[in-house]
T-cell receptor
Framework: EAGVVQSPRYKIIEKKQPVAFWCNPISGHNTLYWYLQNLGQGPELLIRYENEEAVDDSQLPKDRFSAERLKGVDSTLKIQPAELGDSAVYLC?????????????FGPGTRLTVT | DQQVKQNSPSLSVQEGRISILNCDYT??????FLWYKKYPAEGPTFLIS?????DKNEDGRFTVFLNKSAKHLSLHIVPSQPGDSAVYFC???????????FGKGTRLSVIA
């Protein structure tokens, strides 16, 4: 079974430019998460989707960040415009809701460098 | 305020010996705890979990212990192998399919 797929794996952009990250969760997983991981820190949640609905986006900086999961499968996270402080790894994870166990399965991440 | 704390940034253990990674939490609403392992340039990989109704869960070389009164859990790896060298994250959840709260991680180095 394929795991969580993310692309690109690496992205280097200049500040003030836009950038987008893509995630395809594990087949059948209806819950999708975007996390931000800074160097030396654990992942921190940005947004959580249940199917196509964003049920927790309280940590998403909405002035520059946006996300969508139009058909309840794959998802895109966008930053516009990017700032130097956005340099980090952006992780996507997925899980099955209502299964008791709440393990989340992570993709490899996209490492963003803003110069 | 950090709700999940891993106070040891790094740990070095000889191959074959026991590795003990510790994690403390402050939120008494947490009722499910997980350990993830992360290799460089990869996403975190689920390792083992424990529900608050248990105090121990074992899976092969990996055992997680939970002390609810102390709000403390630990991951034991016996015997440690060089392939176990990675960053280990402790994570906790309040209930159901809610977001995980992660610690900062502990880098384990297993020396052959």
């Amino acid at each position: 079974e394929a795991g969580v797929v993310q692309s690109p794996r690496y992205k280097i952009i200049e500040k003030k430019q836009p950038v987008a990250f893509w995630c395809n969760p594990i087949s059948g997983h209806n819950t999708l998460y975007w996390y931000l991981q800074n160097l030396g820190q654990g992942p921190e949640l940005l947004i959580r989707y249940e199917n196509e609905e964003a049920v927790d986006d309280s940590q998403l900086p909405k002035d520059r960040f946006s996300a969508e999961r139009l058909k309840g499968v794959d998802s895109t996270l966008k930053i516009q415009p990017a700032e130097l402080g956005d340099s980090a790894v952006y992780l996507c994870a997925s899980s099955l809701a209502g299964q008791g166990a709440i393990e989340q399965y992570f993709g490899p991440g996209t490492r963003l460098t803003v110069t | 305020d950090q709700q999940v704390k891993q106070n040891s940034p790094s740990l070095s253990v000889q191959e074959g010996r026991i590795s003990i990674l510790n994690c403390d939490y402050t939120n008494s609403m947490f009722d499910y705890f997980l350990w993830y392992k992360k290799y460089p340039a990869e996403g975190p990989t689920f390792l083992i979990s424990i529900s608050s109704i248990k105090d121990k869960n074992e899976d092969g070389r990996f055992t997680v212990f939970l002390n609810k009164s102390a709000k403390h859990l630990s991951l034991h790896i016996v015997p440690s192998q060089p392939g176990d060298s990675a960053v280990y994250f402790c994570a906790a959840s309040a209930a159901g399919n809610t977001p995980l709260v992660f610690g900062k991680g502990t880098r384990l180095s297993v020396i052959a």
